[in-house]
Protein backbone atom coordinates (compact mmCIF):
# COMPACT_ATOMS: atom_id res chain seq x y z
CA UNK A 1 0.00 0.00 0.00
CA UNK A 2 1.19 3.04 -1.36
CA UNK A 3 0.95 6.26 1.90
CA UNK A 4 -1.31 8.53 -0.15
CA UNK A 5 -3.90 5.72 0.49
CA UNK A 6 -3.68 6.62 4.23
CA UNK A 7 -4.25 9.91 3.78
CA UNK A 8 -7.94 10.36 4.43
CA UNK A 9 -7.68 7.48 7.41
CA UNK A 10 -10.08 5.61 5.98
CA UNK A 11 -7.72 2.99 4.84
CA UNK A 12 -4.59 1.64 7.02
CA UNK A 13 -2.35 -0.70 6.78
CA UNK A 14 -1.06 -2.83 11.10
CA UNK A 15 0.80 -5.81 11.38
CA UNK A 16 0.79 -6.03 7.47
CA UNK A 17 -3.32 -6.84 6.93
CA UNK A 18 -5.30 -3.76 5.71
CA UNK A 19 -8.90 -2.22 7.68
CA UNK A 20 -10.79 0.50 5.97
CA UNK A 21 -12.64 3.14 9.32
CA UNK A 22 -16.05 1.59 9.39
CA UNK A 23 -19.11 3.53 8.24
CA UNK A 24 -21.27 1.34 10.16
CA UNK A 25 -19.66 0.26 13.58
CA UNK A 26 -20.45 -2.57 15.12
CA UNK A 27 -21.26 -4.22 11.63
CA UNK A 28 -20.09 -6.58 10.00
CA UNK A 29 -20.89 -7.48 6.19
CA UNK A 30 -18.71 -10.95 5.65
CA UNK A 31 -18.07 -11.95 9.30
CA UNK A 32 -14.85 -9.75 8.94
CA UNK A 33 -12.83 -9.01 12.18
CA UNK A 34 -13.54 -5.00 13.98
CA UNK A 35 -10.97 -3.90 15.72
CA UNK A 36 -10.27 -0.33 17.40
CA UNK A 37 -7.71 1.85 16.71
CA UNK A 38 -7.13 4.68 18.86
CA UNK A 39 -10.88 4.95 19.49
CA UNK A 40 -12.18 4.75 15.95
CA UNK A 41 -13.85 1.19 14.61
CA UNK A 42 -12.38 -0.48 11.80
CA UNK A 43 -13.09 -3.69 9.43
CA UNK A 44 -10.25 -6.14 7.86
CA UNK A 45 -9.76 -6.02 4.80
CA UNK A 46 -9.02 -9.54 3.58
CA UNK A 47 -7.50 -10.25 0.35
CA UNK A 48 -8.75 -13.75 -0.41
CA UNK A 49 -12.15 -12.28 -0.32
CA UNK A 50 -11.94 -8.76 -2.16
CA UNK A 51 -9.40 -8.51 -5.25
CA UNK A 52 -8.94 -4.89 -4.39
CA UNK A 53 -8.02 -5.47 -1.20
CA UNK A 54 -5.35 -8.35 -3.20
CA UNK A 55 -4.10 -5.43 -5.23
CA UNK A 56 -3.10 -3.47 -2.19
CA UNK A 57 -1.62 -6.37 -0.58
CA UNK A 58 0.20 -6.74 -3.89
CA UNK A 59 1.96 -3.31 -4.47
CA UNK A 60 -0.45 -1.97 -5.90
CA UNK A 61 -2.22 1.96 -5.53
CA UNK A 62 -2.89 4.09 -4.37
CA UNK A 63 -6.34 4.07 -5.01
CA UNK A 64 -8.79 6.04 -7.11
CA UNK A 65 -11.49 7.09 -4.44
CA UNK A 66 -11.77 10.54 -3.00
CA UNK A 67 -13.47 10.85 0.22
CA UNK A 68 -16.14 12.44 -1.90
CA UNK A 69 -16.49 10.58 -4.53
CA UNK A 70 -19.79 9.07 -6.71
CA UNK A 71 -18.25 5.14 -7.00
CA UNK A 72 -20.41 3.07 -9.60
CA UNK A 73 -19.51 -0.48 -8.96
CA UNK A 74 -20.04 -2.62 -11.51
CA UNK A 75 -20.76 -6.11 -10.14
CA UNK A 76 -21.20 -5.68 -6.40
CA UNK A 77 -22.66 -9.64 -5.25
CA UNK A 78 -23.68 -9.16 -2.07
CA UNK A 79 -21.56 -6.36 -1.09
CA UNK A 80 -18.69 -7.63 0.07
CA UNK A 81 -15.79 -5.23 -1.56
CA UNK A 82 -18.38 -2.54 -2.15
CA UNK A 83 -18.78 -1.93 1.30
CA UNK A 84 -15.09 -1.23 1.94
CA UNK A 85 -15.39 0.94 -1.03
CA UNK A 86 -18.05 2.85 1.13
CA UNK A 87 -15.95 2.83 4.04
CA UNK A 88 -13.19 4.72 1.77
CA UNK A 89 -15.83 7.76 -0.08
CA UNK A 90 -17.62 8.53 3.55
CA UNK A 91 -19.18 11.81 1.86
CA UNK A 92 -19.93 10.24 -1.07
CA UNK A 93 -21.81 7.57 -2.52
CA UNK A 94 -21.50 4.14 -4.34
CA UNK A 95 -23.92 2.67 -6.52
CA UNK A 96 -23.68 -1.09 -6.54
CA UNK A 97 -24.78 -2.57 -9.77
CA UNK A 98 -25.95 -6.05 -9.83
CA UNK A 99 -27.89 -8.38 -11.87
CA UNK A 100 -28.53 -11.70 -9.90
CA UNK A 101 -31.63 -11.38 -8.15
CA UNK A 102 -30.72 -13.86 -5.73
CA UNK A 103 -27.47 -11.81 -5.10
CA UNK A 104 -29.54 -8.40 -5.03
CA UNK A 105 -30.99 -9.69 -2.42
CA UNK A 106 -28.34 -9.82 -0.03
CA UNK A 107 -26.80 -6.93 -1.51
CA UNK A 108 -30.22 -4.78 -0.18
CA UNK A 109 -29.72 -6.04 3.09
CA UNK A 110 -26.22 -4.96 3.24
CA UNK A 111 -26.81 -1.56 1.94
CA UNK A 112 -29.49 -1.05 4.44
CA UNK A 113 -27.28 -0.11 7.50
CA UNK A 114 -25.01 1.44 5.06
CA UNK A 115 -26.61 5.04 3.52
CA UNK A 116 -24.06 5.63 1.34
CA UNK A 117 -24.54 2.31 -0.95
CA UNK A 118 -27.27 2.20 -3.35
CA UNK A 119 -28.55 -1.21 -4.72
CA UNK A 120 -29.38 -1.28 -8.25
CA UNK A 121 -30.58 -4.61 -9.67
CA UNK A 122 -29.13 -3.94 -13.47
CA UNK A 123 -27.06 -4.92 -16.01
CA UNK A 124 -23.58 -3.16 -16.65
CA UNK A 125 -23.89 -4.24 -20.16
CA UNK A 126 -27.12 -1.75 -20.31
CA UNK A 127 -25.65 1.16 -18.72
CA UNK A 128 -28.40 3.19 -20.45
CA UNK A 129 -31.22 1.62 -18.23
CA UNK A 130 -29.72 2.79 -14.96
CA UNK A 131 -28.29 6.33 -16.05
CA UNK A 132 -31.57 8.05 -14.28
CA UNK A 133 -30.37 6.57 -10.68
CA UNK A 134 -26.70 7.52 -10.98
CA UNK A 135 -26.58 10.44 -13.26
CA UNK A 136 -22.86 11.29 -13.02
CA UNK A 137 -19.52 9.58 -11.39
CA UNK A 138 -16.05 10.37 -11.50
CA UNK A 139 -15.20 6.30 -11.01
CA UNK A 140 -15.87 2.65 -12.11
CA UNK A 141 -14.84 0.25 -10.40
CA UNK A 142 -16.00 -3.02 -12.61
CA UNK A 143 -15.59 -6.98 -11.09
CA UNK A 144 -18.50 -8.76 -13.64
CA UNK A 145 -16.73 -11.51 -14.46
CA UNK A 146 -18.05 -12.31 -18.24
CA UNK A 147 -17.18 -11.30 -21.42
CA UNK A 148 -16.12 -8.02 -22.48
CA UNK A 149 -14.36 -6.84 -19.10
CA UNK A 150 -12.89 -3.97 -20.68
CA UNK A 151 -15.51 -2.75 -23.17
CA UNK A 152 -18.17 -2.82 -20.00
CA UNK A 153 -15.48 -0.89 -18.08
CA UNK A 154 -15.08 1.61 -21.02
CA UNK A 155 -19.10 2.07 -22.07
CA UNK A 156 -19.85 2.76 -18.39
CA UNK A 157 -17.21 5.38 -18.05
CA UNK A 158 -17.71 7.30 -21.50
CA UNK A 159 -21.44 7.58 -20.25
CA UNK A 160 -21.27 8.74 -16.84
CA UNK A 161 -18.21 10.61 -17.63
CA UNK A 162 -15.72 9.56 -14.93
CA UNK A 163 -12.15 9.93 -15.78
CA UNK A 164 -10.93 6.91 -13.31
CA UNK A 165 -11.80 3.64 -13.83
CA UNK A 166 -10.72 -0.03 -12.41
CA UNK A 167 -11.39 -3.56 -13.50
CA UNK A 168 -10.53 -6.85 -12.66
CA UNK A 169 -10.01 -8.87 -15.66
CA UNK A 170 -11.13 -12.95 -15.16
CA UNK A 171 -9.21 -13.91 -18.07
CA UNK A 172 -11.16 -17.45 -18.18
CA UNK A 173 -14.37 -15.37 -18.39
CA UNK A 174 -12.83 -14.04 -21.68
CA UNK A 175 -11.96 -17.17 -23.02
CA UNK A 176 -10.77 -19.92 -21.50
CA UNK A 177 -8.34 -21.52 -24.05
CA UNK A 178 -6.63 -18.44 -24.27
CA UNK A 179 -3.26 -17.86 -21.77
CA UNK A 180 -4.26 -15.37 -18.84
CA UNK A 181 -1.26 -13.16 -19.82
CA UNK A 182 -2.39 -12.20 -23.50
CA UNK A 183 -6.27 -11.63 -22.23
CA UNK A 184 -4.44 -9.03 -19.79
CA UNK A 185 -2.43 -8.10 -22.50
CA UNK A 186 -5.38 -7.36 -25.70
CA UNK A 187 -8.09 -5.90 -22.20
CA UNK A 188 -4.83 -3.41 -21.98
CA UNK A 189 -4.63 -2.62 -25.93
CA UNK A 190 -8.85 -2.19 -25.77
CA UNK A 191 -8.65 0.27 -23.11
CA UNK A 192 -5.58 2.26 -24.59
CA UNK A 193 -7.90 1.74 -27.96
CA UNK A 194 -10.88 3.67 -26.14
CA UNK A 195 -8.81 6.62 -24.98
CA UNK A 196 -7.92 5.79 -21.80
CA UNK A 197 -4.32 5.46 -20.08
CA UNK A 198 -2.93 2.70 -18.29
CA UNK A 199 -2.24 3.57 -14.77
CA UNK A 200 -1.68 0.14 -13.38
CA UNK A 201 -1.69 -3.42 -13.80
CA UNK A 202 -1.18 -6.21 -11.34
CA UNK A 203 -1.90 -9.58 -11.83
CA UNK A 204 -3.49 -10.66 -8.12
CA UNK A 205 -2.23 -14.44 -7.71
CA UNK A 206 -1.63 -15.81 -5.58
CA UNK A 207 -4.91 -14.78 -4.13
CA UNK A 208 -7.00 -14.80 -7.31
CA UNK A 209 -5.38 -17.20 -9.93
CA UNK A 210 -5.71 -15.69 -13.57
CA UNK A 211 -7.04 -12.54 -12.15
CA UNK A 212 -5.34 -9.07 -13.29
CA UNK A 213 -6.36 -5.58 -12.48
CA UNK A 214 -6.15 -2.70 -14.43
CA UNK A 215 -6.27 0.94 -13.25
CA UNK A 216 -6.79 3.81 -15.91
CA UNK A 217 -7.13 6.73 -16.13
CA UNK A 218 -8.93 9.18 -18.55
CA UNK A 219 -6.58 10.35 -21.76
C1 LIG B 1 -16.80 -11.92 -9.01
S1 LIG B 1 -18.41 -11.52 -8.50
C2 LIG B 1 -18.22 -9.95 -7.73
C3 LIG B 1 -17.59 -9.93 -6.37
C4 LIG B 1 -17.65 -8.55 -5.74
N1 LIG B 1 -17.19 -7.54 -6.66
C5 LIG B 1 -16.83 -8.44 -4.48
O1 LIG B 1 -15.61 -8.27 -4.57
O2 LIG B 1 -17.42 -8.47 -3.39
C6 LIG B 1 -19.16 -11.04 -10.00
C7 LIG B 1 -20.57 -10.54 -9.83
O3 LIG B 1 -20.94 -9.85 -11.03
C8 LIG B 1 -22.28 -10.14 -11.32
N2 LIG B 1 -22.46 -9.86 -12.75
C9 LIG B 1 -21.98 -10.57 -13.81
N3 LIG B 1 -22.33 -10.00 -14.98
C10 LIG B 1 -23.02 -8.87 -14.64
C11 LIG B 1 -23.64 -7.84 -15.39
N4 LIG B 1 -23.61 -7.84 -16.73
N5 LIG B 1 -24.26 -6.85 -14.74
C12 LIG B 1 -24.30 -6.83 -13.37
N6 LIG B 1 -23.75 -7.78 -12.60
C13 LIG B 1 -23.10 -8.79 -13.22
C14 LIG B 1 -22.47 -11.59 -10.91
O4 LIG B 1 -23.83 -11.88 -10.66
C15 LIG B 1 -21.61 -11.65 -9.63
O5 LIG B 1 -22.37 -11.37 -8.49
Redesign the pocket.
Known amino acids: MKPSDEEAGCLVSRGGRLYTRSAAPGIRV ?1 GERLVSFEGVEYREWDPY ?4 SAYLRLGGGPLPFRKDDSVL ?11 HVSDMVPEGRVYC ?4 PR ?1 FRELVRNCDRRPNMIPIL ?5 PEEYSFVVGSSGVV ?1 S ?4 KRQAD ?1 LADNMDLFGADRGMV ?1 I ?1 ARSEDVTAAPADIFSSSEARLRDRGFRIEDIHSLEPYEMSHAMIYVRRG
Open positions: YRSKLYLGAASGTTASVEFSTGDATRYDVAQISK
